[in-house]
């Protein structure tokens, strides 16, 4: 076992009175009725809520830093972990708490929003609770169950198939297993510095800018808050050839994966085809969609795990972002792919808005071949595990 040494001190954020105080007065005036009216006016919205999660996010951050600091709440180095150094946890509460801002301040209200608002809190107060105690898989589990039946009791369900018993059945066990399974795949992501914020800030602008060009600008307004607050969360978390000076954390992962699900779901992504309306959003969250079937099947096919709790609990560094980074030796290399891909796959998504049904099946099959492509790397990724597994070794001791 690998001796991990407490004694380290993470990166701190320096931090100073005139700094705190220019970001609490930008935030403070951002929240000004004038200024607010103002970009009503102007008819950019989605501008002003953009700031206000920025500037939230951006503010808050380096504080949570200092808690966590504070009260010990740090990840640790690991053997099945990259970084190098112990790093403080909670940045996912800064987000939340900047989109709760946005949200709430711009009166951002849909019928389903309180619900998905509330349970994403249960989220929230759970990952902060890991953080902090590691729950075991079965309490995460059982809170994430609760969380998404307050959401589908709020009305966020699939409607896939008719309504009949077995078509409400159906929809049901769908929307469960959607929202638990993204939810979840948010958290394998969160492996490297920069990648599930990143992600999220990337599944949130293609989620929103669908909304407002099919008339739902509510959720486009809702994903604006949720992008926004990634951005100002990204300058401490990703910052290539310096280690991160806070990570999201469980709180911060999951609840993104949580609420950016639900939104996949409230939204009514095409006009007139029920097929591109499911295959905007599986292709919005493409990525995250192969590496959990991708990763399951491998570790059932090689008997690591034997049910859904054991699904949950495993950690290893079989995930996308590790076999890449197996591959390209560069931690910023993969992460910059992955965005890549992300990115492509939106792109795919806006373009399936306007198709036909020719169209739209020649899009899913280029997707297709992409993620095929992506397998061969991730093979090769795979192979070179050992190799790189020493290398990696190498640069911790030097650090």
């Known amino acids: 076992m690998q001796n991990i040494d407490r004694t380290k001190q993470p990166p701190t954020v320096l931090l100073s009175w005139p700094n705190i105080g220019g970001g609490v007065i ?41 808690f966590a600091h504070l009260m010990g709440v740090l990840d640790y180095p690991a053997q099945r972990k990259i970084h190098h150094q112990p790093t403080p946890l909670l940045g996912g509460v800064a987000v939340f708490l900047a989109s709760l801002v946005a949200i709430l301040s711009n009166e951002i209200f849909f019928v389903e929003n309180a619900a998905i ?66 939810t979840n795949a948010f958290n394998f992501f969160d492996g490297m510095d920069g990648l599930v914020a990143g992600l999220g800030m990337i599944t949130a602008f293609f989620l929103g800018l669908v909304s407002f060009t099919t008339n739902q600008p509510a959720l486009g307004w809702f994903a604006v808050a949720l992008l926004g607050s990634c951005l100002g969360f990204l300058p401490y978390n990703f910052r290539p050839g310096r280690s991160a000076l806070i990570f999201l954390g469980e709180a911060g992962s999951t609840s993104l ?55 949950i609990q495993y950690t290893g560094k079989d995930h996308l972002h590790h076999r890449l980074y197996n591959l390209f030796h560069s931690r910023v290399a993969s992460v910059i792919f992955i965005y890549g891909l992300n990115i492509a796959f939106g792109l795919g998504a806006l373009a399936l808005k306007g198709a036909d049904l020719p169209e739209a099946l020649l899009l899913v099959t280029q997707a297709v071949i992409i993620l095929f492509l992506v397998g061969i790397l991730e093979n090769q990724g795979n192979t070179s595990r050992t190799t790189y597994s020493q290398y990696d070794n190498q640069q911790r001791a030097e650090q």
Request: glycine share 6%.
């Open 26 to 66: 930008l935030c403070a005036f951002l929240m000004t009725p004038f200024l607010r009216s103002l970009f009503f006016t102007w008819g950019r919205r989605w501008v002003y809520i953009l700031l206000v999660s920025f500037a939230f996010a951006y503010t808050l951050t380096p504080l949570i830093v200092q």
């Open 117 to 182: 608002l509330l349970a994403s809190c249960f989220i929230v107060l759970l990952g902060i609770a890991d953080d902090v105690w590691q729950l075991p898989a079965w309490l995460k589990l059982f809170i994430q169950l609760l969380a998404t039946a307050i959401v589908v009791k709020g009305g966020v369900v699939l409607t896939l198939f008719p309504s009949s018993p077995a078509g409400d059945f159906f929809n049901l066990l769908l929307t469960f297993l959607w929202v638990i399974g993204v």
């Open 257 to 311: 994966g949580f609420m950016l699900s639900t939104l996949a779901i409230v939204g009514d992504w095409s006009e007139h085809s029920p097929l591109i309306s499911v295959c905007s959003p599986l292709l919005i969250f493409a990525v995250f969609i192969y590496d959990m079937i991708h990763i399951t099947v491998a570790r059932i096919w090689r008997g690591d795990v034997r049910g859904f709790l054991a699904w």
